[in-house]
Each structure stands twice: as structure tokens, then as C-alpha cells.
């Protein structure tokens, strides 16, 4: 059975439902409480899987590091720095849904436990995955490969692509390649590399650079996204 199945989501979550309910009804408030109630019972299962993805990610840090769960949060509270990559771990992992999201992040907290310094290194990783969707990662993949569409091949070889290439390689990212550069670019993943003179406009090619190929080889294996409708 996966972590997100395990039974300790559904507790942690029947656990945060009461607390608000409690909270609500000590206030003298007994519609309100009701109401809370209400809400958070509905937000149980939502609870149960932030959990799951938290509970996920520990579990194979853990197995990354060599250690239990419980020595790995011992490791984890030794020292501010450790500290701040214990909580910046939780704070990412709340939202991690998607399961190569999560192997990295226990990726960056297993690595994290070896020194202070570790520890550093990895909460700033940290900082650049939750600023990282599924989309941005789809398209820092694409220019880690050898450029493969004949358009413009002549002008920008096999390791610069031009921004457009990111629809043309796939479709689900059409239309958005601008503001995912943007965000790669941002966190030094990818850089401009030189303006192209084509036969037509001037095209700025750029490329990944060394940093954003560290950075998707803690990726595991991703999903495909849907193209969009046309």
C-alpha cells in the first residue's frame, strides 16, 4: 500500500476536522460550530491526501537517507539550518500532487541531512520546485535532448532552441512558452543563448543550462500533460 493510502491521512485529518469544530464551539458560537463542522467534514478527504503527499515525501527521504522516519526528523531538528529545510519540506510538500513532485523533494531532504551547508543547498532547491508545475518541468525537459525539428535547424543547431519549439515539441504548452521561460529563466535553468539571424525576424535562441539539467535529473520519470482544446 502507497503512503497516500496509509491510514495515519484519514486520522491526521478526522484530527484537524475536530480541532476546528472545537475551536468554533468554544467561542460560544453553536451555529457556527455547526457550520464549521459542516465545511470541514467536507474538506476531510482534501486534508487526508495533504497528508498523504507529506507523509510520501518523508517516507522515501527516509529510505533515501538510510534511516527511519523518526531518525530522519531527528536529523532534521539538530540545527537551524536543518530546521528551516525540515519546515520549507512540509511547506512544499502540502501541494505536491503529482509523485515526481514529491521524489524530489525527498531527493533534496535526504541529501539536506549530510551537513549544514547540505541543508542550505537544499531548501534553496526547495524554493525552486514549489515555484515549479508540471508544464515548467515538461518544458525544461524539451531542450535537455538534441534539438529534433527541421525548421531553423540550420541557424540554431542541436542545442538552442527557439521559444516557439516548446508548442511545436508539445502541444499542451502552446501558447504559454513565453511566461514558462520566464519562470525557468528566473531560477537560472535556462538562459538566452545569442540572437539568431534567420531568413526572417530575428529569433533569441537560448538553451538549459548546466544548473536546470542538476535540477531535472531529480525528476523522476513525469506523466504527459493533455493538450489544451482547441
Known sequence: MSTDESSGAPTSAAVITSTLTALAGASGHAPEAILVAAGAAALQPAFGRVCGWIGDVFSRGAANSGRSVEELIAVLDSSPEKQELYVRSIETARSASLETKRAAIASALAEGTASDAAAVRATDFLRIVADLDLAHVQALRIPSEPRSLPMRSAFLGANNFDPTDLGE??????????????????????????????????????????????????????????????
Open 169 to 230: 515539441v508539445d502541444p499542451a504548452l502552446r501558447s504559454s512558452e513565453e511566461r514558462l521561460l520566464a519562470v525557468l529563466r528566473s531560477h537560472g535553468l535556462a538562459e538566452h543563448a545569442t540572437q539568431v539571424e534567420t531568413f526572417g525576424p530575428t529569433t533569441t535562441a537560448w538553451h538549459i543550462t548546466t544548473f536546470g539539467r542538476e535540477v531535472l535529473a531529480r525528476y523522476a520519470p513525469f506523466p504527459s500533460i493533455e493538450p489544451s482544446p482547441t
